[in-house]
C-alpha cells in the first residue's frame, strides 16, 4: 500500500539544524510530489512547500524562505526537508505528504515528527 | 496569503445528526478546496478533493459543495467513529493555506 514513513523525534537546542526524512513506498515515486506541513502544539496546520520529485523544482513558503531545504533521493525514494537556525517557535510536528500534482492534494501523510526545540 | 475561515471553530452533535462545516476564503478560488479529517494523535487524512469529489474508500455520509468563496462539508449520519478535527485547504494560490480547523465532537 501507498506509505510515507518518517523518521523519529528530536530534540534540538536553539540556533542548530534538524532534516526530517520521509520514506516513500507503494508508489512510483517521480509521479508525485512531497509536501511538508507543520503543526505546533494544539495548533492547525501549517504548510512549508513542495518539491517535484522528477525535477526537483521546489516551493517554499515566504516566511521559511532561507531556512527550509527541501531535497529528494529518488535512488531511495525518500524526501528530506532541513530546517535551520531553530528557535521554540519551530517546536511541531512536521508532517511530509504525497502531493498531487493535479488537483494539489495532500494524500497519504506520513505519521509526523515531532521536533522539541528547547534550551 | 488567501484566508480560509471555517465555521464552526467547534461543533458537538449527536449520532445519526446531519453535521455541516463551513469554509469561507477571503476571495474567490474557485472549486480549488480540498477537505481533511485529523483524528488526535493522527496525520491527516484526505476526505474531498476539488471541493465536491469523494475520496476513495471515504463512507459515501461525507460529501462536499460550494464554489468560489463558500464552501461546505457535509456529514449526513455523524457516526461515534467521525470524531476529529476537520480542515478545508485552499490551493488556488500559493501559498497554500488551510483554515483554523473545525473541532467535532459527540454529545
Known amino acids: 500500500q501507498v506509505q510515507l514513513v518518517q523518521s523519529g523525534a528530536e530534540v534540538k537546542k536553539p540556533g542548530a539544524s534538524v532534516k526530517v526524512s520521509c520514506k516513500a513506498s507503494g508508489y512510483t515515486f517521480t509521479t508525485f510530489g512531497v509536501s511538508w506541513v507543520r503543526q505546533a502544539p494544539g495548533q492547525g496546520l501549517e504548510w512549508m512547500g513542495w518539491i517535484r520529485t522528477h525535477n526537483a523544482n521546489i516551493n517554499i513558503k515566504k516566511k521559511f524562505q532561507g531556512r527550509v531545504s527541501l531535497t529528494t533521493d529518488t535512488s531511495t525514494t525518500t524526501a528530506y526537508m532541513e530546517l535551520r537556525s531553530l528557535t521554540s517557535d519551530d517546536t511541531a510536528v512536521y508532517f511530509c505528504?504525497?502531493?498531487?500534482?493535479?488537483?494539489?492534494?495532500?494524500?497519504?501523510w506520513g505519521q509526523g515528527t515531532l521536533l522539541i526545540v528547547s534550551s | 496569503d488567501i484566508q480560509m475561515t471555517q465555521s464552526p471553530s467547534s461543533l458537538s452533535s449527536s449520532v445519526r445528526d446531519r453535521v455541516t462545516i463551513t469554509c469561507q476564503a477571503s476571495?474567490?478560488?474557485?472549486?480549488?478546496l480540498n477537505w481533511y479529517q485529523q483524528k488526535v494523535g493522527r496525520a491527516p487524512k484526505l476526505l474531498i478533493y476539488?471541493?465536491?469529489n469523494l475520496e476513495a474508500g471515504v463512507p459515501s455520509r461525507f460529501s462536499g459543495s460550494g464554489s468560489g468563496a463558500d464552501f461546505n462539508l457535509t456529514i449526513s449520519s455523524l457516526q461515534p467513529e467521525d470524531i476529529a478535527t476537520y480542515y478545508c485547504?485552499?490551493?488556488?494560490?500559493?501559498?497554500?493555506?488551510f483554515g483554523q480547523g473545525t473541532r467535532l465532537e459527540i454529545k
Open positions: 505528504a504525497r502531493w498531487d500534482l493535479g488537483y494539489n492534494w495532500f494524500d497519504p
Open positions: 476571495q474567490d478560488i474557485s472549486n480549488s
Open positions: 476539488d471541493a465536491s
Open positions: 485547504q485552499q490551493y488556488d494560490n500559493l501559498p497554500i493555506t
